[in-house]
């Protein structure tokens, strides 16, 4: 039944694509959720399958490459990792696609339609991504939500601004996908496979460096797809796209996909100490330098786009720590709060028409009750307050990161203190105080839709509870996700910490969110940020001036090189010549044709000259002929 989960996406795209000029929206949307909702329940029932025991299941589907003795198989891989993930992808996804049928409602039908089908293509590309039984499988997904990202964050292709902000997202993970692609090669040239199970089944034959190569290689690939310093800045930008497609690429697809790749390469991972320290030192790094621009963010969907790319470097943190179960956790209860987030945000800019400027906002708690309870619900799941599903996956994290390096959880902590911080700020400034919109806008306010409130509600109920699944053994639970994903994330951090050590540690990041979200929520309720930002404010806001930075060394170079290329190598050179020699050949026949004047005494006397000129070639000819003759 594995293939039938990737199918129901495509079926849906193929059917919203090509039929998009004559489909109602309500069928649209019946195609495109329901195709989702198909997978997810055969997603449910694959599931069950393997944890119920069943075994590791490859199933091949056709001959992909074979050349020789070289062959690579369209093969699927059904497993504890691949079976979560399925879920995460599909639960959440159709919650997503929910939300859009109504969200999206005021669009033509035949862009409805066309979103729908992008939609839809991009969940089958994750699909594909997660199932792969190889590399190459895994490389074609990866390309899929690539160009989906493209085609969605440009949807309203005709703003020049949401334009730049698609190539920008294509172009910086094209950067990361050539590294990615490197791995694979080298992979190939010294294995001469790519399936998982003979990559780790023989990776005994790999020296260090080979392992080293390949890992880093791999995690260049990571750093792109889930936006990890220095090819994060596309994430941000990817607002520009409707807010639905924001929640799937934060929460269910795409930016979850270099934590999946690693967590799935773990056997090369921990052979390679160098590598770990690369991925550990890139997460804290991305996790704190994010948060720091979240917290002076004015944009309501920009906050929460820098919360995702610092919640990743979390993830990775733990990746470069040994904790794999830790990161893949943060990464389910991070999709359900984050998608909520996003989705509530939708539904705020959906109440006062598309105002996504929090200084603007203001007293929307008694206009959007459901919207606002969700909404809490989600801060206090990312802020990591107990018994939120946030706690436990972040706790984890931060527990094997002092098992590694005692630095690595006060850098944690810090950050975790300012997720909270940013988050409360976002939270009181956009629902407590006073509405601080136009009247116009505060007349039309009112609560959103139940295609749009009940995907909340459901969210938030799973940001309240997604952390039980795998409570630690020092609260009293028995880490139920830890010994579900044990047969194929096979290695964990190398100290373990007694239970009075993880107590304080958890107490500690506790009270540091705690006091750091209860200090912005009496600071912002009271007295909202109105005025621009001044001084290391300003510097905040302005992100840093990364994409500044960029522009001047990267962007403004390369453009000025392709202008040069174009201008005077193109243009002056190679176009100047080959239209020189047309120019030329033109000017010589019409001085040519002067010849032919009409005149009988002209042609006689060309015919002449030419009789001398043959005769003197000829006698020159034989001259020369019988003059070698009588030397040799």
């Given at each position: 039944m594995v293939y039938l989960v990737p199918l129901f996406?495509?079926?849906?795209?193929?059917?919203?694509?090509?039929?998009?000029?004559?489909?109602?929206?309500?069928?649209?949307?019946?195609i495109g959720c329901g195709s989702i909702l198909a997978s997810f329940i055969v997603s449910v029932i694959l599931f069950?399958?393997?944890?119920?025991?069943?075994?590791?299941?490859?199933?091949?589907?056709?001959?992909?490459?074979?050349?020789?003795?070289?062959?690579?198989?369209?093969?699927?891989q059904a497993d504890q990792l691949s079976s979560l993930f399925l879920l995460i992808i599909t639960g959440v996804g159709f919650l997503i696609h929910v939300y859009s049928t109504s969200y999206m409602h005021d669009e033509a039908e035949e862009h409805f339609a066309r979103y729908f089908s992008y939609l839809n293509?991009?969940?089958?590309?994750?699909?594909?991504?997660?199932?792969?039984?190889?590399?190459?499988?895994?490389?074609?997904g990866w390309e899929g939500v690539g160009?989906?990202?493209?085609?969605?964050?440009?949807?309203?292709f005709k703003n020049d601004g949401y334009n730049y902000a698609a190539k920008k997202a294509f172009v910086m993970n094209r950067i990361g996908d050539l590294g990615f692609l490197l791995g694979i090669f080298w992979l190939l040239s010294k294995l001469g496979t790519a399936n998982y199970s003979d990559v780790f089944a023989n990776v005994s034959h790999l020296s260090p460096t080979d392992?080293?190569?390949?890992?880093?290689?791999?995690?260049?690939?990571?750093?792109?797809?889930?936006?990890?310093?220095?090819?994060?800045?596309?994430?941000?930008?990817?607002?520009a796209g409707p807010t639905p497609v924001s929640a799937l690429i934060h929460a269910a697809t795409m930016v979850t996909a270099g934590i999946y790749m690693v967590a799935r390469s773990n056997a090369l991972y921990?052979?390679?100490?160098?590598?770990?320290?690369?991925?550990?030192?890139?997460?804290?790094?991305?996790?704190?330098?994010?948060?720091?621009?979240?917290?002076?963010?004015?944009?309501?969907?920009?906050?929460?786009?820098?919360?995702?790319?610092?919640?990743l470097g979390y993830m990775f943190l733990g990746l470069g720590v040994g904790a794999y179960t830790g990161s893949v956790f943060h990464v389910m209860t991070h999709a359900f709060f984050k998608a909520l987030l996003f989705l509530g945000a939708g539904s705020v800019i959906h109440a006062i028409h598309n105002q996504q400027d929090i200084r603007y906002m203001g007293g929307l708690k008694k206009y959007l009750p459901v919207t606002h309870l969700t909404f809490l619900i989600g801060c206090i799941a990312i802020a990591g307050i107990p018994p939120f599903s946030g706690f436990f996956s972040k706790d984890e994290i931060l527990a094997a990161a002092y098992a590694a390096n005692p630095i690595y959880w006060v850098l944690g902590v810090i950050g975790a203190g300012m997720t909270a911080f940013y988050m409360f700020r976002l939270?009181?400034?956009?629902?407590?105080?006073?509405?601080?919109?136009?009247?116009?806008?505060?007349?039309?306010?009112?609560?959103?839709?139940?295609?749009?409130?009940?995907?909340l509600i459901i969210l938030a109920v799973l940001a309240f509870a997604g952390g039980f699944v795998n409570v630690p053994e020092v609260l009293g639970g028995h880490e139920?996700?830890?010994?579900?994903?044990?047969?194929?994330?096979?290695?964990?951090?190398?100290?373990?910490?007694?239970?009075?050590?993880?107590?304080?540690?958890?107490?500690?990041?506790?009270?540091?969110?705690?006091?750091?979200?209860?200090?912005?929520?009496?600071?912002?309720?009271?007295?909202?940020?109105?005025?621009?930002?001044k001084g290391l404010g300003k510097v905040l806001a302005n992100k840093w001036y990364i994409d500044e930075l960029y522009d001047a060394m990267i962007v403004n170079p390369v453009i000025a090189l392709g202008s040069f290329f174009k201008n005077v190598i193109e243009k002056s050179g190679i176009d100047g010549f080959v239209n020189g020699i047309g120019t030329f050949i033109q000017y010589s026949s019409r001085r040519l044709r002067l010849v032919q004047n009409g005149k009988v005494g002209t042609y006689i006397l060309f015919m002449v000259f030419s009789m001398i000129v043959l005769w003197l070639i000829f006698w020159n000819q034989t001259t020369i002929t019988n003059f070698f003759q009588k030397i040799f």
């Open positions: 996406p495509l079926l849906g795209f193929l059917l919203n694509g090509i039929f998009r000029k004559s489909l109602s929206k309500s069928l649209v949307g019946i069950s399958e393997v944890m119920s025991g069943g075994a590791l299941a490859v199933q091949p589907l056709f001959q992909f490459i074979n050349v020789h003795d070289f062959k690579i198989d369209f093969a699927f293509l991009f969940v089958f590309s994750m699909l594909l991504l997660v199932l792969g039984a190889n590399y190459v499988i895994m490389f074609i160009l989906c990202s493209y085609l969605l964050i440009g949807y309203w392992i080293t190569g390949i890992t880093v290689l791999l995690f260049i690939g990571a750093m792109g797809k889930s936006a990890q310093i220095p090819l994060y800045t596309w994430l941000p930008d990817a607002m921990s052979l390679s100490a160098v590598a770990e320290n690369l991925v550990a030192v890139v997460g804290i790094a991305t996790a704190l330098f994010s948060a720091t621009i979240a917290i002076k963010q004015n944009d309501i969907k920009k906050v929460l786009a820098y919360s995702t790319v610092s919640q939270y009181a400034t956009t629902f407590l105080g006073e509405f601080r919109g136009t009247e116009e806008q505060k007349h039309h306010l009112h609560e959103s839709p139940a295609a749009i409130t009940i995907p139920e996700l830890h010994h579900f994903l044990s047969p194929v994330l096979t290695t964990e951090p190398a100290h373990e910490l007694d239970h009075n050590t993880e107590l304080t540690l958890m107490g500690v990041s506790v009270i540091v969110a705690f006091l750091s979200g209860a200090f912005a929520l009496i600071k912002y309720s009271k007295k909202p940020e109105l005025d621009e930002p």
